[in-house]
């Protein structure tokens, strides 16, 4: 998957959801890591704006994708 635009979000944001998304990827199938970090993904979902969702919802099924696949 290629990078995030920056019309959507910016480097911060970016990078912090870069680290969400490793969070996700690097919890495994561990229940109650994975459920923390999926939280974690939901809210900033929430605090960076609803516009964000449709573009950066892609990374957040590709790292879920990871480790359910």
Avoid: C, H
């Avoid at 870069?18 to 990827?25: D, G, T, Y």
């Avoid at 561990?30 to 573009?55: C, H, M, Q, S, Y």
């Amino acid at each position: 998957m290629g990078a995030l635009p920056d019309d959507v979000l910016v480097g911060e944001q970016k990078q912090k959801l870069a680290k969400l998304l490793q969070a996700v990827e690097d919890s495994g199938k561990d229940e109650g890591k994975l459920k923390k970090t999926g939280k974690a993904v939901v809210d900033w979902l929430f605090d960076n704006a609803i516009r964000a969702i449709p573009t950066v919802m892609p990374y957040v099924t590709q790292a879920i994708g990871s480790i359910v696949g």
